[in-house]
Structure formats: C-alpha cells, structure tokens
C-alpha cells in the first residue's frame, strides 16, 4: 500500500449562493484539510467570525456551493488498485476526476473511498469536489421526506435531516458558522493483491488475561489471484493466520497473561501496549499494516435494581468508579483548527482538575482519533453520544441508512482505545419526547426512538460487544419510567440555572448527573480579544453577540439572588458572575459526591468553548481557565471534604477517591470573622476507606452558630478542608478586605504572596488582566485573618507590573457581596 496525500495545491471558488456575497476571486488558496471559513480568512476575504458581531454579514457562506479543485501530477504507479481515500467531506459533495464523475456523499461522519484506477492519467490531472450549501442539501432532503420531515428540531437549521455536525448551525453557545470542506486528510492510495479493510478489535481483560481479538475484513484487488497471512503481534505475544485466496472475514487472537491494566486517572497508570496488525503476501512481503496504542481493561454499566431504584455505575476493572467529568463540545467551530497539542492541552486541563472523565456530546462529532489517543495517555475515560441532539430525527430513507452506515463505521473506529468506555445513544431527545410537547406535533410518525432502542443497540452488541451501551441522556433505562428520573439512569439538571437557583441541587440525588451547569463570561482576556474596547459592558451589542442562550446575560443575574448584590460596572459584572458560576458548580458537586455511592457520576456542563462566549464552560473559547475550573480541581479532588446539612445540624463528609484507606485527625472549628475560636471539634483519627465516603457529625454547640452574619465553620481533615458560611453573602457582615501582597521572581513566572489582615473569601488573582497568557495555579482561596498564601504564576515576568497592579486584580467575595463594608 503506497499513500500518496493530497494536501497542497487546492484552491476554492464559490459557485453560487445569495447576492449578499462580496465579490471574490475566481480562485482562492485552500489549506486541506480545512474548510472554506478557514480559507476566506486566510486570504483576508473576511474578517474573523469570532471578533464583534461578524458572524452576522458572513451567512453568505454557508449558502453558498463551494467547489475544490486540484490539479495535481501522477506518474502512472504500477498498481492493481488505486483508490481515493476521503476521511472526511463536509457534508453534501460530489466528486470528479478529470471530468469522471466519481460520486456523491451525503454525511460528514463518513469515510468515503472511491476506485479512481480507471480515471487517472499519467501526467497532469485535475481532481474537483463539489460542496452543496448544508441549507440547500437539508432542503432536498426535506422535500425527499415530505411531512416525515416536519417534526420537532430545538434549534436552528436541517441538522435533523442531514448528517451534519449540529452545532455549527449555531447553539446556545455557538455561533451560526456554517461550512464546507475536506476537514480531514484525502490521500491517493495504490495497492496490489489486497488491503486490510475494517479491523475490529475487542481488547478487553478477562480475570488477568489481557484478550486482544481483532475481526479482520480483507479486501482483494480484482486481479488478486494470491493468499495472504495476518500477523498479530502485542506485549510480546505474536499470532498468525493463514487467509485463504478470496477470502473476506479473518478472526485473529493474541492473549497475554498478566498483562499491566490500564485504569483510569487516579486509580492507576495507563500503561499502552503496542499493537501492530500485518497483512502479508505469499512472498512474506508486506502488502499493508495497522498499528494502535491499546489498553487491557474491562469494562460494565451496573444497573441492578435496588431499594432506591437502580444502579448506574460504571465498573471498569471490577472496581466500581464514581466518573468526575465534564461535557466536551467540538473544540474550534472550525475542526481542523484543532491540533494535536491543542487537544493535549485540553485534556491536561481536565485532568489537572482532577476529573476522569469527558462525555463527547451528540450535537458535535465522533472526535479525532488524536482525541481518544490523548484520553488513553492521560487515563480520561470517555462517554461517547451518537450523534443525535435535542431533536426529534426522521427514521425514513435517505436518513435512516445513512445513520446506520456512519454507526458502523464509529464503533469500528473508535473500538480500538481504552478510554472510550461506554456508548450513548442521544443527548436529550428521549427527554424532549417525554416532557418538552414532542408528542402533540409528532402524531404517529417516527422520532428516532428506532434508532436509539433498536438500531444502536444492535449494532453495538454486534460491531463492539466488549462496552455498555445506553440509549439516552437522560434515560431512566425504561420508556415507562421518565427518563429524567432522579432514581434511575443518567439525568440532567437544568431547572437550576434555567429556573431557580443552585440551592435546589440540595434537591436531586440522581444516580449520574451527566448534566448539570452555570454560565459566566470567559476570561477578561479572552473577552478583550474578541470584543471591541468600547463594547466592554455587560450587554453591549459585542458581549451579547457572544451570549447566545436565551436571555443567558438576564439568568446571570437572576442566579445572583440573594447571594450577591447586582454589579454596577462590567469588571465587578465579570467578576462576580464567574465566581457565581464557580460557587454553583461547586455547591452541585460537593452535594452530589457526598452521595456517593447513591450518585455515581457528576459530569459538568460543560470543560470547553468552540468561540469567546458566554457560556456553561471551566476553559472558555481561548483556552483561559475560568474561575470555574479552579471551583472543579477543589471539588473533584481525590479526597473531598465537604459540609453538608445532614438530618437538623451539619456533616462534615468525607469522600475518598484515592486508592488508599483515608486515616487521619479530624478538626471543626467555628470562628468569628476577625479570627477568634468560638468553639471547637477534635476527633483523634476518622477513617475512610478507599473509593467511601464517611459522614462525620458535628456537634451543635460547633455547629451552631451566635451570630450567622459573622461567622464560619471550618473543618479539616487531614490534607482536606471545608468551609461553611451560615448564610449567604448578601447577609453575611464581611470585613472589608485587607492585605499585603509581594512578588518575587521564579524560573518559569513569578510567585505572589497574599496576607490576610481581615477575613478574605475567595481570592482570585486575575493575571490576565496583566499578561494575556498569564496563569495562575489556584483561585477562589479562603484566608483566615493573619494567614497567609503562596501563588505560582506563569507566562509573566515582572517588567510586566509591579506589585500596586497585583493587588487590583486580585479580587475577594468581600468586595461584591455588599456595597458597604464593616
Ligand atoms: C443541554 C445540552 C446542550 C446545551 C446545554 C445548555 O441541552 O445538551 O444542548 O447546550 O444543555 O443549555
């Protein structure tokens, strides 16, 4: 097998579309893969769809038909098939080959190859792909259902009709950016004899065998007239198979005994085995070759009824895991922006956050392969949605073949990496069909539940037996019981944020939160960079335009009842809505994982950004933490302590996440504000064993306090620690904030230390007000008066500011919890 890439050369042209285009030229460079957002920018035909309200005069594009063109030189390779591998079109294309028509595709999930053997010349050749506008190819297939198309869509655009990523026809936090192009590699492939097909390979642990069982399907050149053998080898264990002439199915096998296991962050190492697949001709000689990074575990979903319901746990090595995680949306609108050490990065960010695990969302995409290979290295297990979102889905023809095509060929793809451990078959739509008036507007016709009870059930039973399946999130399990059901399945919590405020997680005990989330503004930084200055106020055209949830900016504050006055200017805006936003998350999950093993999984809306907006997110569109994620490594850390509001009194509760028993002294301690101990709890050794929780009483007379306004509980254990205000901000009598601050400088930045003269809730340092990419290593700090705080920071040098700047952006909770202070 001989690869040759098609990935210079290309030029784009626009063949037609609405009048409200600019004029371009005929032809324009093409980066493939790309896209043709990505190319108009590049050329500087546009500006930045992510800067103001661009967005707005660039709908052209995306209804507009865009042609790629190639011309490109081939030698006449001495080979019996030659074929045209395309691993990614978005969406609706045609494909030409020196005037040859090639064919067609229809799903931008798909791989698509084409036998091109007949068509090639030596010498020059021209290679054209045809984009359709998606709005026009979704009218075709609107006017191809007929009234089976005419049902319920939450959100804007065809993308329940054709197979599309969902989101880039705009979401709750992305914009409208519709677009065309080869978004993944596009190669020239010549090959004799035969090639290696799709490869299954079920890699699973059974008791300490580590089974690596590979479905091999062989495709034979028309002229093939040889046999072949397969050669499995990994951890040191070789196999082979003979594979008769014409054969087309192979089962090869390798086992190893004691294999290390791979387990996921926190629980154990990753250790990857090297798994390489051969595909040999009579002659020995190699005609082609698989290689993938594996990992031994097994994997269960346990959902054994019990007094309260029934489970919902996630058993990976027997051992059951409670999943700290957050929702991945696509992370660029544009795909192929997203680069390796991009990925690296996000799934770092993850991981520093001490999460475990990432729900890749069904209005996105079945990610890059480069995604789950960094989710193997850093032991993230993933939740794979297919790809259907908070709509109702035809299940006629041309639909229906095309979502089973593109199943089969996810599962396939995606089968091979160890952190992929459970597949989900929607996000929502069981949800919208039970409870959001689907059923009025449907009458009979089909919604989608074929696919999600019937055909992606089947399928992955069939293609990848080895992990669990689900058919909703939510989904109670039953089409009898509601699917957001606290007691059964996976639910989503959005009546907080939407409609009340995050007191009401107290409320829910679900058994997997697999959504729940608050918004805020990203990073003043990222904000900076993609507004303009004198658009910096809360709801300013710019800041609104990168706001896109329904009266989003009015919910940000509403959510502040209570707890925080309204601000009055746009820095005390950013401020107190992140650290809303990082308060109502960590209130969620410290309430959530103190019900452990009742709930077992907690996964945020959302880690990532595809733009700068508004929105759920810990790292917003530029990659810059919010103060959320600093709200996410505390509350996600392997051992939590947390008060919680146990029967009357209070609890301290202890949750063990490491793999270690937990034995150490316990403390609760209840001061008044300027530092004086008022009463105090001493337990010589509490003991939590590992992956438990403990609840630990606290005594009333620490537990309650003489006067609410000014006082709190704090209580430690061991490295862990909790706080508790006994009322919200608003009435809390907060001394005004004071402290000394000093820099000095390190290596790789700088370190700030902070004092506390008075009570300091809350401290953040928001470096980026100062460096664009400065960061610093935590946030959202209690100090207690006379204490003190060691911050690192990075990316800054101290040319940058003196220590006067650090103390204005270093912000407290005492600042905006009341205007005037005590
Ligand atoms: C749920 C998600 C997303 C959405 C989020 C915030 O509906 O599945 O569709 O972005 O809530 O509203």
Request: net charge negative; hydrophobic share 40%; proline share 6%.
């Amino acid at each position: 097998m001989k690869r040759q890439m098609l990935d210079t050369g290309w030029t784009i042209s626009r063949l037609r579309g609405p009048s409200t285009a600019p004029t371009l030229p005929n032809t324009i460079p093409a980066a493939v893969p790309g896209n043709v957002h990505l190319d108009l920018m590049a050329a500087q035909l546009i500006t930045d769809p992510y800067l103001d309200v661009n967005e707005i005069s660039q709908d052209w594009i995306g209804r507009s038909a865009w042609r790629y063109r190639l011309a490109f030189d081939w030698d006449g390779e001495d080979a019996e098939r030659i074929d045209l591998s395309c691993l990614g079109l978005d969406t609706a294309a045609r494909l030409e080959l020196n005037g040859t028509a090639l064919g067609e595709t229809r799903n931008m999930h798909r791989s698509y190859r084409f036998d091109i053997g007949d068509h090639l010349k030596s010498g020059r050749n021209e290679l054209i792909v045809d984009f359709q506008s998606a709005y026009e190819h979704g009218e075709d297939v609107r006017k191809q259902l007929g009234s089976a198309a005419d049902i319920p869509q939450n959100y804007p655009g065809p993308s329940n009709l054709i197979r599309k990523m969902a989101c880039n026809f705009g979401w709750d936090w992305g914009p409208t950016v519709v677009t065309s192009g080869i978004w993944k590699p596009i190669a020239i492939e010549s090959w004799s004899k035969a090639r290696l097909g799709s490869i299954r390979p079920e890699i699973t642990l059974q008791g300490s065998q580590g089974v690596a069982r590979l479905h091999v399907e062989i495709e034979w050149a028309e002229k093939g007239t040889d046999s072949a053998a397969l050669v499995l080898s990994v951890g040191g264990k070789r196999a082979e198979v003979r594979v008769a002439q014409g054969e087309t199915h192979a089962l090869i096998e390798c086992r190893i005994d004691n294999p290390r296991v791979w387990w996921p962050h926190g629980m154990g190492g990753q250790p990857l085995y090297d798994l390489d697949l051969q595909l040999l001709g009579s002659d020995g000689a190699t005609l082609d070759h698989w290689k993938r990074r594996v990992g031994f575990r097994s994997v269960r979903l346990d959902t054994t009824p019990d007094e309260i319901g029934s489970a919902f746990t996630l058993v990976v090595n027997d051992v059951p895991v409670f999943a700290r995680g957050a929702n991945w949306i696509p992370d660029d609108c544009f795909l192929p922006r997203v680069t390796r050490e991009r990925y690296r990065e996000r799934i770092t960010q993850a991981r520093d956050a001490n999460m475990n695990m990432l729900r890749v969302w069904g209005g996105g995409i079945y990610e890059t392969d480069t995604f789950y290979e960094e989710c193997d290295a850093a032991g993230i297990m993933v939740w794979q949605d297919f790809l259907f979102a908070c709509a109702t889905y035809p299940e006629e023809e041309p639909v229906y073949s095309e979502i089973e095509a593109e199943a089969r060929e996810a599962i396939t793809r995606l089968m091979p990496y160890a952190s992929l451990v459970i597949w989900n078959g929607n996000n929502e739509n069981i949800w919208g069909y039970f409870d959001w008036g689907w059923q009025d507007v449907l009458g009979n016709r089909p919604w989608g539940a074929g696919y999600y009870l019937d055909l992606l059930p089947k399928l992955v039973a069939e293609i990848d037996p080895t992990r669990p399946y689900w058919a909703g999130s939510p989904y109670s399990g039953s089409m009898e019981i509601a699917p957001n059901a606290d007691e059964h399945g996976c639910k989503h919590i959005w009546d907080v944020w939407n409609e009340v405020g995050y007191e009401t997680y107290r409320n829910y005990i679900p058994r997997f939160c697999s959504e729940f989330g608050w918004q805020a503004p990203p990073t003043f930084a990222t904000l900076a960079q993609s507004v303009r200055e004198k658009d910096r106020a809360p709801a300013s055209p710019g800041v609104l335009h990168h706001q896109k949830a329904t009266t989003g900016n009015d919910k940000l504050l509403m959510g502040l009842e209570d707890w925080f006055p309204h601000p009055q200017n746009f820095d005390d805006w950013l401020f107190v809505t992140q650290l809303n936003q990082a308060r109502a998350i960590s209130y969620g999950i410290d309430h959530m994982r103190s019900h452990r093993p009742t709930c077992m999984g907690t996964i945020v809306w959302q880690i990532n950004d595809c733009w700068p907006v508004t929105s759920w997110a810990a790292v917003d569109g530029a990659g810059r933490k919010k103060p959320l994620w600093y709200a996410l490594k505390h509350s996600y850390a392997p051992h939590l302590l947390t008060i919680q509001p146990r029967g009357d009194g209070l609890a301290a509760v202890a949750v063990n996440d490491a793999t270690l028993f937990w034995r150490v002294p316990f403390t609760a301690e209840r001061f008044d504000f300027n530092g004086t101990l008022l009463a105090r709890h001493h337990v010589w050794r509490i003991l939590c064993d590992r992956f438990e929780n403990t609840d630990i009483d606290i005594p009333s007379d620490v537990a309650t306090p003489g006067d609410p306004s000014r006082e709190f509980l704090r209580a430690r254990l061991g490295d862990a620690e909790a706080w508790w205000f006994f009322e919200k901000d608003m009435k809390l009598q907060y001394p005004k904030p004071r402290f000394d601050i000093e820099s000095a400088d390190t290596p790789d930045g700088i370190t700030v230390t902070v004092t506390a003269q008075s009570l300091l809730r809350d401290v953040c340092l928001f470096v980026d007000r100062i460096s664009p990419n400065a960061e610093v290593d935590d946030m959202l700090i209690n100090l207690a008066p006379g204490e003190s705080r060691r911050f690192k920071v990075k990316g800054i040098s101290r040319e940058a500011f003196d220590d006067a700047d650090l103390s204005t952006v270093l912000r407290t909770a005492n600042q905006v919890a009341e205007p005037q202070h005590h």
